[in-house]
């Protein structure tokens, strides 16, 4: 039976661009959910003001690119 790190490098060599959207959708996504309160928080005003939901959505973004690279790093090593 492989370990888990070794199950989990074969599923990202396996499938690179699958693993590439869905680190890119927990991202970019995942990061809102702890600073909104979940996706049933009924303050919307109350959320607009708090300064970590203005830099998650000014971050999220750059969500595509931080999983690009770390997916990069993962599969490729320093080489890549």
Known sequence: ?????????????????????????????????PITGGPLSASGNDRMANPLFLLAILAAPLAPTAASLLLTGLLDGRAG
């Open 1 to 33: 039976m492989p370990r888990p790190r070794q199950a989990l490098g074969a599923f990202l060599t396996r499938h690179p661009v699958l693993a590439y959207f869905a680190l890119t959708i927990v991202l970019s996504w995942g990061a809102l959910l």
